[in-house]
């Protein structure tokens, strides 16, 4: 961690963002068991990371699960993708065999709704979703959060979730890390929700993605939910900006307990991407 420190404060050195940065001081800060909590699993250090760019091997997937992406967001990942061929990583596309997106999507749907949401009664629960159904439907990851709470849906989701997360973990055995989009969309003006649903607001309007609608809910979340199944460790780092002067990004993904190792191939990465300069 002092290594950390000490590279940050000279920028004559290839040092490190604070897109990296800030993410490992949290990491020093959080990770493993502590007295007030013994439960979570203790982070291995990096080890195995290649001393340059030019060892690793990265995966990308310009799309996932048929949910589109602008244009101008393909456009700032082939850059990166460039980029890191340029400095001699090993770059291929390539997407994890056995992996649904679409079975992963229901399954936070179903997590989200029996964890969050189960003091709310089945009875209350089933009449909200004859008011959402047709909102809902279409986004993958919404059609189970107003399902019924049951033991027997619960234990379904924790399964579903455990084959889902077993399928990426042996993909990203053979890479130091896979590149995904983070969204469909660039930036765009924010606008009120609709209407409200308890203290959750609901945005019906659809956003446009070169011409064509996509729900607001799968162009926003359909690329972030899958990682928060899988529960593996995700760094999202800068992409550059759009012809019109918008920042985009992309998530760097790692293997589960790799979040150490996932930071350190980030470090490696940072310094080959565009570093966006916005006006204040």
Partial sequence: MQEILDRTKHPQQPGIGLAVVMPALALSAIAGPCDEDATPAPLPDASGVPESVAGLRVAYAGRLGGVPVSRAVERALARVVASLRDAGASVEPAEPAGFSCERTWETWGALVGMQGGYERSNFARRVGRLFAQRHVEPVAHLRR?????????????????????????????GFDAWIVPVASVEPFPHHAPARRFGDFPVYDAPLRVDGAEVPYYVATQAYTTL???TEGPVV??????????????FQLVGRRFDDRRLLAVARLIEPLLERPRLAV
């Fill in 145 to 173: 959060v107003l399902g019924p709470v049951t033991v027997e849906g619960y234990m379904r989701a924790l399964t579903e979730q455990a084959a889902q997360a077993t399928a990426l973990e042996r993909f990203l055995a």
């Fill in 227 to 229: 990682f928060s199944v």
């Fill in 236 to 249: 999202a780092l800068p992409a550059g900006l759009t012809e019109d002067g918008l920042p985009v990004g």
